[in-house]
């Protein structure tokens, strides 16, 4: 009896131990941060050689109830391992995160003050270009200043050259003119060239083309004028006769017909005698007097046979009869 209770004895001192063995294991596990599954397996091992040797002492129902006491241990443990590494885990995420942040941080600030240096020395850059850009337009504006003042100087000495110019231009005219009135002019008049003031000239030119341009009560005066300044003038004769049909033009029949009768008394050599006969031959035609226009007409042939004017009179006495 005596060895069965010390037996007994050891057994349960030896049950009492492995129940301290998985004390203390338990408390390690939830001690440390996680445990390898090596160590996981040890504990076990000796949990169950703990209740292996338990079970002789107890019944079927305290195995039962250790057993189930010791996974609800076993569960505590690996429910607090789990939640230790989610911590751990999570501390790392937050680290990471931190960590992350921070860096981000640094690098942005080390690089928005690069790009302000940079942009500050790019503004400097740009005020410095935009001085310079001012001075030049400062300078082209004088140099395009300087052009226009000497622009407007070469068109002030240019419409002062063409006034000189023209002005000369009108002096040399005006001498021209002067000397023209002083100096005889030669011309081919009638077949022959003859000497002519210049004065003289231009007061025939003037009252013949008063006559061309059908002002006869104008041109009456001129040519009156003419004949009686320059009775000797190359150009009296044509004169006389232009006056003669200036007043026949005007509807003068009778100061026509004593016109051109003048003609033909002053100047029966010249070319416009002819011419004068036949004229005062119209002039008496229409004047009524055919006898004296057949007779005219027939002096006319006679004197002057030869010249167109005789050959028209002849055409013109035919039709007389």
Request: charged content about 25%; proline content about 2%; glycine content about 6%.
């Given at each position: ?9 050891s057994?349960?001192?030896?049950s ?8 203390r ?8 941060h996680?445990?390898?599954l ?48 989610t ?8 680290a ?6 921070e ?40 140099l ?11 068109r ?8 000189l110019?023209?002005k ?11 000397l023209l ?26 009252a ?10 104008g ?11 320059y ?21 003068d029949?009778?100061?026509?017909m004593?016109g ?11 070319p ?8 005062l031959?119209n002039?008496?035609a229409?004047?009524?007097?055919v006898k004296?226009?057949?007779k ?21 006495i035919?039709?007389?009869?």
């Amino acid at each position: 009896m005596d060895t069965n209770l010390s037996t007994t004895n050891s057994l349960a001192t030896a049950s009492m131990a492995g129940a301290a063995a998985c004390r203390r294991a338990s408390h390690a596990m939830t001690g440390r941060h996680g445990l390898g599954l090596g160590r996981l397996v040890a504990v076990l091992a000796l949990c169950g050689a703990s209740l292996g040797a338990q079970a002789g002492l107890f019944d079927d129902e305290e195995a039962r109830r250790a057993i189930v006491d010791l996974r609800t241990k076993l569960d505590a443990v690996q429910l607090q391992g789990d939640t230790r590494n989610t911590e751990l885990k999570q501390n790392i995420t937050d680290a990471n995160v931190a960590l992350s942040a921070e860096l981000t941080s640094k690098i942005t600030t080390q690089l928005t003050q690069q790009m302000t240096e940079q942009f500050d020395q790019l503004r400097r850059s740009l005020l410095e270009l935009n001085n310079q850009l001012e001075l030049m337009r400062g300078d082209l504006a004088k140099l395009r200043g300087q052009d226009e003042l000497q622009q407007q100087g070469i068109r002030d000495l240019s419409k002062e050259g063409a006034e000189l110019q023209r002005k000369n231009t009108d002096q040399l005219a005006a001498f021209e003119a002067r000397l023209l009135r002083l100096e005889p002019q030669k011309l081919s008049l009638d077949g022959r060239e003859v000497t002519v003031e210049a004065e003289e000239k231009k007061s025939y030119d003037d009252a013949v083309a008063l006559l061309r341009n059908n002002d006869f009560a104008g041109a009456i005066a001129g040519l009156t004028t003419f004949t009686r300044r320059y009775p000797a003038s190359p150009f009296a004769a044509h004169a006389s006769y232009w006056l003669a049909t200036a007043h026949y033009s005007k509807g003068d029949l009778k100061d026509a017909m004593s016109g051109y009768r003048s003609v033909v008394a002053s100047y029966p050599d010249h070319p416009r005698a002819a011419e004068a006969m036949l004229a005062l031959a119209n002039c008496q035609a229409e004047s009524k007097d055919v006898k004296g226009a057949r007779k005219t007409l027939e002096e006319l042939v006679r004197t002057y046979p030869n010249t167109e004017a005789a050959a028209a009179g002849r055409d013109r006495i035919a039709m007389l009869r």
